[in-house]
């Protein structure tokens, strides 16, 4: 099994989780979710493979969730999934799939636990702070 990222490139956690795959030696498959989309299908297999509810991996800042009114308690996964399907960046990111398991790898630091071998070399991000420790 490849490794995969679904990938958002104008997203920084999702650049330095990316950074972190490639420090393993490992070139991963990249999706960019918001280029492909999801199917409804797609996101439940990730869902119950990682763990998580829809309301878990909906990224409400810097997209319209909050506008749609899918911030409520009383929004049904089934509406929370359809949204996400219209919708590609309502789906908080970057997920990674490994042969060790998928995580929504926010942080970061959440990529390791999946990771064959640990990344080498010193990984900063964007503002020169380690990417890890």
């Known amino acids: 099994m490849a490794t995969v990222i679904f990938h958002n490139p104008d997203c920084g956690t999702s650049r330095n989780v990316l950074a972190a795959i490639r420090a393993t030696g490992t ?6 979710y918001l280029a492909t989309g999801w199917t409804r299908t797609q996101l439940q297999a990730l869902f119950a493979a990682a763990d998580l509810t829809p309301r878990a991996a909906l990224r409400v800042s810097g997209t319209p969730a909050a506008a749609l009114g899918l911030t409520a308690d009383d929004v049904s996964d089934d509406a929370l999934l359809d949204a996400m399907v219209a919708d590609p960046i309502l789906v908080n ?3 990674v799939c490994t042969t060790r398991g998928v995580a929504l790898c ?10 064959e071998r640990q990344p080498t070399g010193a990984l900063l991000k964007e503002d020169g702070t380690p990417l890890f420790g």
């Open 27 to 32: 070139e991963p498959v990249v999706v960019d």
């Open 93 to 95: 990111r970057p997920i």
């Open 106 to 115: 926010r942080p970061s630091e959440a990529v390791l636990p999946l990771l």
